[in-house]
C-alpha cells in the first residue's frame, strides 16, 4: 500500500512573458513527474543546492556517479534549456566521520613516531588492538583467538559469509551487514599477517597492522586532543577538498558557482540552531540541541517527506547521527530526535555557543548553508539516493521550522529533489565506510576508465537509477563510443577534403534550399529533422539521457547505410551531434568551432610526417594494385633523411618506408612485395606507434589515419587469439594424425602374433590360444574387426612412407 504523500505545492505560475520548456522532472518530494517551473516569475534563474563530499578521503567511482550525473542534469538546464542556474554545493569538513578518521590518524602518526622497529612493545600494543578489534567487529569467533590458527577459526565462524551467504544465513540474499563484516575479516587477517612474520620491515609492518591500530591508539590517547585544535582535523581535510575537486576537473564536472564550507559557517548554524528552538521545534539538554518531531508534527508539520516508510528505521537514524553519537540516557524526549547541536566530548573539536561548547549536527549544515544562500525556498536540492532519509528529511523538517513558526503555514523549503541513483559492486553500495571502492584516480591512472567512457556509461542509465558495473555496461559503452568516433572520424574527412577543394562547409543542407536530395539522402535529412524532436523530448521527459544516447546512436546507423549522402547535410549532422556531446559535457578539451569531439587526432609531433606517409603510401598502393609500381613517378623520394633525428619514431618511420621503396625497387620487386610492405608499415610500424592507417578501397578515398582506440586493440587482440586458437587446432590435428599414423607402422599380419596366441592362419589371424584350444566363433569375428582397421592404418602408414 503507497505512503500517503502530504501535498506538494507547485511554485506560483511565472510570467506570461516567460518561456518555459515543456519539462516534466521526477521529483522525490511526489515521487512521480511533475512541471518543472523555477521560482524566478521570469522562468530564468534557477537556484540548485547540492550535498558535496565529505572529505576524509579520495572520492571513489560511487562519488563520480553522484557528481557526473549532476553535472550531467546542471549541463543540460543551462547548456540544452537555456536556464541560468545558480550552483551552490557545500564541503562537509568537520562531521564524526572526519573528526574519527582524522583523529585516529594524528593520534597514530604521534605514537609511531615514538618508535623505529617492530620490539616487543610494537607487538604487544599490536595484538592487545587486534584482539579489541575481534571483539568489536567479529563477535561470532571465539573469545580466545589463536593467531596460527585464526584463518580455522574465521571459516568455522563466517565460512558462511565467505561463500556468498547471508550473515544469518537463512537463505536471504547478502547486502552491506555482509559486506562490513568481510572489510573487517580483511582488516584482521592483515593484522594477523603482521603479527605472525618476522621479517617485516617497520614500515611493511605498520601498513598491514595500522587497520586495528588506528581505533585501538584513539581509544588510548583521543583525551589529549583538545576541541580548539582546530589545525589536527582541517589538515587533513584541505588535502582531501584539493584532491576531490583535481578528480572532478578530471572528470570534467564543472566548479560550484558557490562553494560553502561547514568550517566557515559557524555563527550562521548556531543563529541557524537558535531560531528552530525559539520557534519551539528544539529542545537543548546536556549541551546537545535536539529537534523536536513530536511538537512539529503537532502544529501540522510532516516529518519524513521523502522517505516516510524509513521513520523508524533505528539503524538509519543512527548512522545519520554519526559514530561519536553516543548520548547520556534519558537525553531525548524520542529516540527518532536527531542532533541539531551536539555538545562536544573528548577528543572533539568544539566552537562557543548558547549552549556550551559543541559543534554542528550533520543535518543542520546544509539546512544554514542552503538558506543563507539561496534563502527561504530553493528551487532545486540534489544528493545520493542514500541521502533522502534521513539527512534530506531532516533538512527540510529543521528547515520549515526555522522559516516558518507553526507547521500549518510553513511553505515547503525545496521544490524539486533529485536523488542519483548509486553505484554497485557485487551487489552492495560502493562506499568508503564498507572500503569495496577503486577510487577515481586509480581507475584513470590504471586505464581502467576514461572520464569520456565513464560519463558515457552514466548517461546510458537513467540518472535515478542505481548501476552496477558489469561486462555488459562496459561493452555498451565502449560500443557507443565507438560509433561516434568513427563518425566524427569520417565527417572531419570529408570537412578536410571540401576545405581542400575550396568547397563551402557552412552551406545550407535542408533539401529545400537548393540541394537535390539522392539515393536515401532525403531519409536522412528528415531523420536528422525527426532526431533533433525526439531527442528534446528525451530531455523534457525527465532528463531521459538513455533514450537520447540511443536517438544519437542510431541517426548515426542511418546515415552510414546510405552511401551517397550530400557533403553538406553531412556536415550539418556531424555539427548537431557535436553540439549535443559536448552539452553532455563528453569533450572537455573542446573548441567551439570544431567538428567532433578530441581525441581523434594523432599527435601534433606526428603530423608533419605522417600525413605524407599516409599520401605516399597510398600512391603506392594504388599503382601495386594495378600491375606495377614506378618509383620515378612516387614524388620525390630520399634515400636517407639526415634531417630527422634517431629518437623522433614518426620520422623514422617515414625515412625507413622510403629506404625500403628504394630496395624493393633495386630488387626488381613484384607488385605484392609492395602492397606487404603497405602492410608491414600499417600493422606494425605504425600500430606500434599508437596509428592506425584504415584503407578504403571500396571509396577509392585516401587511407584515414587516426589513432589506434581501445576497440582497434580489442579488434586486433580478438584476431590474434582467434589465429592462435586455430594454429592450435591445426597443431592438434597434426599431431593426433601422426599418432594415428604411427599406429600403422605395426603390420596387420603381425599383431596377434603374441604369447596369448599359439597358432595362426597365412593371414596373421589367430586360430588357438595360448594353451591351444581353438578360438570361439564369437572372438574371431571380433578379432578379424580390430585385424581390418590395423590393415587399414598399415597401408595408410606405408603409403606416406613410400610418399
Not at 111 to 138: C, G, P, S
Not at 312 to 325: F, Y
Not at 543 to 550: H, N, Q, S, V
Not at 761 to 766: N, S
Request: glycine share 6%; charged share 25%.
Amino acid at each position: 500500500m503507497a505512503t500517503a504523500l502530504p501535498e506538494w505545492q507547485p511554485p506560483p505560475a511565472p510570467a506570461e512573458s516567460a518561456e518555459l520548456p515543456r519539462l516534466l522532472v521526477y521529483n522525490s518530494l511526489t515521487r512521480s513527474k511533475v512541471p518543472f517551473i523555477p521560482i524566478d516569475q521570469d522562468g530564468k534563474k534557477v537556484g540548485w543546492y547540492a550535498c558535496g563530499p565529505t572529505v576524509y578521503d579520495d572520492a571513489h567511482l560511487g562519488h563520480a556517479r553522484n557528481y557526473v550525473s549532476t553535472d550531467i542534469i546542471r549541463r543540460i538546464l543551462s547548456d540544452y534549456f537555456r536556464f541560468q542556474v545558480f550552483f551552490v554545493m557545500n564541503i562537509t569538513d568537520v562531521d564524526d566521520k572526519i573528526i574519527l578518521a582524522a583523529r585516529q590518524q594524528h593520534l597514530l602518526s604521534e605514537w609511531l613516531a615514538q618508535h623505529t622497529e617492530v620490539d616487543q612493545e610494537v607487538r604487544e600494543i599490536t595484538n592487545q588492538a587486534f584482539l579489541m578489534y575481534v571483539a568489536k567487529h567479529l563477535p561470532l569467533l571465539s573469545n580466545v583467538v589463536v593467531l596460527a590458527n585464526y584463518d580455522e577459526q574465521v571459516e568455522l565462524a563466517y565460512g558462511h559469509v565467505l561463500k556468498g551467504q547471508s550473515l544469518t544465513n537463512d537463505g536471504s540474499p547478502p547486502g552491506d551487514k555482509e559486506a562490513k563484516i568481510r572489510m573487517h575479516m580483511r582488516t584482521a587477517e592483515s593484522a594477523v599477517q603482521a603479527l605472525l612474520a618476522l621479517d617485516h620491515t617497520y614500515d611493511a609492518f605498520v601498513a598491514k597492522a595500522s587497520g586495528v591500530l588506528l581505533p585501538y591508539i584513539d581509544s588510548l590517547y583521543k583525551r589529549t586532543v583538545k576541541g580548539t585544535d582546530h589545525h589536527i582535523f582541517t589538515k587533513l581535510t584541505k588535502r582531501y577538498e584539493q584532491r576531490f575537486f583535481e578528480d572532478m576537473a578530471a572528470l570534467n564536472v564543472r566548479s560550484p558557482d558557490k562553494l560553502t564550507r561547514v568550517t566557515e559557517y559557524g555563527p550562521q548554524i548556531v543563529d541557524f540552531v537558535k531560531q528552530v528552538q525559539d520557534h519551539a521545534f528544539a529542545y537543548e539538554t546536556h549541551g546537545s540541541v535536539y529537534y523536536d518531531i513530536k511538537q512539529w508534527e503537532s502544529t501540522g508539520g510532516v516529518y519524513a517527506r521523502l522517505e516516510p516508510w524509513n521513520r523508524n528505521d533505528g539503524e538509519l537514524q543512527a548512522d545519520g547521527e554519526g559514530a561519536l553519537s553516543t548520548k547520556p540516557s534519558g537525553s531525548k524526549k524520542s529516540a527518532a530526535d536527531f542532533a541539531l547541536w551536539k555538545a562536544s566530548k573528548e577528543g572533539e573539536p568544539s566552537w562557543p555557543s548558547p549552549w556550551g561548547d559543541g559543534r554542528p549536527g550533520w543535518h543542520i549544515e546544509c539546512s544554514a548553508m542552503a538558506s543563507d544562500v539561496l534563502g527561504k525556498q530553493i528551487d532545486v536540492h540534489s544528493g545520493g539516493i542514500d541521502l533522502a532519509f534521513p539527512h534530506h528529511d531532516n533538512e527540510l523538517a529543521q528547515s520549515e521550522a526555522f522559516w516558518h513558526e507553526s507547521g500549518k503555514d510553513s511553505r515547503q523549503w525545496v521544490n524539486y529533489f533529485l536523488h542519483m541513483g548509486h553505484l554497485s559492486i557485487q551487489g552492495s553500495k560502493m562506499s568508503k565506510s564498507l572500503k569495496n571502492f577503486t577510487t577515481i584516480r586509480e581507475a584513470i591512472a590504471k586505464g581502467d576508465w576514461t572520464p569520456r567512457g565513464l560519463r558515457i556509461v552514466f548517461l546510458l542509465g537513467a540518472w535515478r537509477d542505481g548501476l552496477e558495473i558489469t561486462g555488459e555496461v562496459v561493452k555498451a559503452g565502449r560500443a557507443w563510443e565507438d560509433k561516434v568516433d568513427n563518425f566524427f572520424i569520417k565527417i572531419r574527412d570529408l570537412q578536410s577534403r571540401m576545405t581542400a577543394m575550396k568547397l563551402d562547409v557552412n552551406a545550407g543542407t535542408n533539401g529545400v534550399n537548393g540541394i537535390k536530395m539522392q539515393n536515401g539522402a532525403g531519409s536522412v535529412a528528415d531523420a536528422l529533422a525527426e532526431a533533433k524532436r525526439k531527442f528534446h523530448d528525451a530531455l523534457c521527459d525527465s532528463f531521459d539521457t538513455p533514450t537520447a544516447m540511443r536517438i544519437i546512436s542510431d541517426l548515426i546507423t542511418l546515415y552510414n547505410t546510405q552511401k551517397h549522402n550530400p557533403d553538406t547535410l553531412s556536415l550539418e549532422l556531424g555539427r548537431w551531434v557535436t553540439e549535443m556531446v559536448v552539452m553532455f559535457g563528453l569533450d572537455a578539451q573542446h573548441k567551439s568551432g570544431d567538428l567532433g569531439w578530441s581525441g581523434l587526432d594523432i599527435p601534433e609531433q606526428a603530423k608533419p610526417f605522417i600525413y605524407p606517409l599516409s599520401q605516399l603510401r597510398d600512391r603506392v598502393r594504388e599503382q601495386a594494385k594495378a600491375g606495377g609500381v614506378d618509383i620515378a613517378t612516387l614524388g620525390k623520394l630520399e634515400d636517407r633523411d639526415t634531417r630527422y633525428s634517431d629518437n623522433q619514431p614518426y620520422a623514422n618511420a617515414y625515412a625507413d618506408f622510403q629506404r625500403k621503396l628504394f630496395q624493393l625497387n633495386t630488387q626488381g620487386a613484384s607488385p605484392k612485395d609492395y602492397l606487404a610492405a603497405c602492410d608491414h608499415l600499417r600493422d606494425s610500424v605504425l600500430w606500434q606507434l599508437d596509428i592506425y592507417l584504415e584503407d578504403r578501397d571500396a571509396e577509392s578515398l585516401a587511407a584515414l589515419v587516426r589513432p589506434v582506440s581501445q576497440s582497434l586493440r580489442d579488434e586486433c587482440a580478438n584476431k590474434e587469439a582467434a589465429t592462435a586458437a586455430k594454429s592450435r587446432a591445426k597443431e592438434e590435428a597434426q599431431a593426433a594424425e601422426k599418432e594415428r599414423l604411427d599406429r600403422g607402422k605395426l603390420s596387420h599380419l603381425d599383431m596377434f602374433r603374441t604369447t596369448e596366441y599359439s597358432a595362426w592362419d597365412e593371414e596373421g589371424m589367430p586360430t588357438h590360444d595360448t594353451e591351444g584350444k581353438e578360438l570361439a566363433k564369437s572372438r574371431t569375428k571380433k578379432l578379424r574387426k580390430d585385424w581390418t582397421r590395423q590393415k587399414q592404418l598399415h597401408e595408410t602408414w606405408s603409403a606416406a612412407n613410400q610418399a
